[in-house]
């Protein structure tokens, strides 16, 4: 673990154990650009409908294989039979082993990124004011194999499906080794940053405001920094009389003054 992670002062609490330093392309990370947590998922959600679909399909070839054995068309029975349900779920394997060696998670501190693709990559990102909540989705063969899915929702996002996700603006993170801890850690650093966020916005607006002369609204003033208000009127509008500080109304016309 890189000295950055495990640095006492950090605000965020303990970094989960399935941090992987160096694991997420750095092409994706823009200048000026800190990566604070970056991980690789479990291969077995990859994998897993996979070897289900093997081993089912090696029942049903041996089946098959019994059924027909001595047959006119016994091989060619058997050998679609070996195609359906074997080749084709060795093939799912290996493209899912493929996706999870080109899958790869990380949060900066601007931003929650996904990188994955096979023959070409795809990033999805999502800016840290934009999240709305950190949600974990553990299902019971997740809890099982030890993983789970954390899920980046944007304002308006009320469906946890990853295209749903990702197609409103947010992220999903596919099989997240140690979830519990990684939700809590992701949780607070978006909330964090979130925060510092607004406050470098806000010291913004105020530097520009100064710039300009223009005094911030009542009540918005960073301590410190005073408010000019505009001046009363000294002389009633109407008829050019001398007003009396804080009256209403002119004590020579009896106009309501504004």
Not at 26 to 33: A, D, V
Not at 72 to 90: C, D, E, K, T, Y
Not at 107 to 114: Q, W
Not at 157 to 181: C, E, H, M, Q, Y
Request: glycine share 10%; charged share 15%.
């Amino acid at each position: 673990m890189s000295a950055q992670f495990a640095a006492p002062a950090s605000p965020f609490g303990q970094t989960p154990s399935a941090a992987l330093p160096g694991s997420f392309p750095r092409e994706y990370i823009g200048t000026g650009e800190t990566v604070i947590y970056e991980t690789r998922p479990s291969l077995v959600p990859y994998i897993l409908g996979g070897i289900a679909y093997l081993i089912f399909g090696l029942i049903i070839t041996s089946a098959v294989a019994a059924s027909v054995a001595g047959g006119a068309n016994a091989a060619g029975a058997i050998g679609f039979v070996i195609f359906l349900f074997i080749v084709l779920p060795v093939i799912s394997i290996l493209i899912g082993y493929l996706r999870w060696t080109r899958t790869s998670y990380a949060i900066t501190d601007k931003r929650a990124l996904m990188s994955t693709g096979i023959f070409s990559r795809a990033l999805t990102d999502c800016a840290h004011n934009k999240v709305q909540n950190v949600s974990l989705r553990q299902g019971v063969f997740d809890r099982l194999f030890g993983y789970g899915h954390i899920i980046f929702a944007t304002a308006g996002i009320n469906s946890t499906r990853a295209a749903d996700v990702i197609k409103a603006g947010g992220v999903f993170w596919l099989g997240v080794k140690d979830p519990v801890t990684t939700r809590r850690f992701v949780h607070e650093v978006t909330e964090y940053l979130a925060r510092q966020q607004k406050i470098s916005d806000y010291q913004d607006m105020a530097r520009v405001l100064q710039a300009s002369g223009t005094p911030m609204m009542p009540g918005a003033a960073a301590p410190g920094n005073a408010v000019s208000y505009p001046a009363a009127p000294s002389k009633c509008p109407k008829c050019g009389a001398p007003l009396t500080p804080g009256s209403r109304f002119c004590n020579s016309c009896g106009s309501q003054l504004a």
